[in-house]
């Protein structure tokens, strides 16, 4: 397995754990009907999103390599407070 493979298998995991939580929580009618535990998890499952992405950040910032693209896996420079643009090599 890639590391773009891998990088996508760990998002796809984080997204369906939280379109499950978030489903549970609307089962129980509102966020103040949910059980604590299932509050609980979900705000963790928030926090741990925001650690994801910024340990993603912060690792090829230091690799000096730049984003892999979520496409085909080619690293790209990212210019410090630029969104993306299409990749050079797949063109998405």
């Not at 549970?24 to 925001?50: E, I, N």
């Not at 910024?54 to 496409?71: A, E, F, I, R, S």
């Amino acid at each position: 397995m890639t590391a773009s493979q891998g990088r996508k298998l760990i998002y796809a995991v984080f997204g369906v754990a939280s379109m499950a939580l978030v489903g549970l929580v609307r089962w129980h009618g509102d966020v103040d009907d949910a059980p604590l535990l299932l509050q609980l998890a979900t705000a963790g499952m928030g926090v741990a999103w925001v650690a994801l992405i910024v340990m993603d950040v912060v690792v090829h910032t230091l690799h000096g390599k730049g984003v892999p693209c979520p496409n085909c896996g080619e690293q790209r420079q990212l210019p410090s407070f630029r969104l993306a643009g299409p990749c050079p090599k797949c063109g998405q």
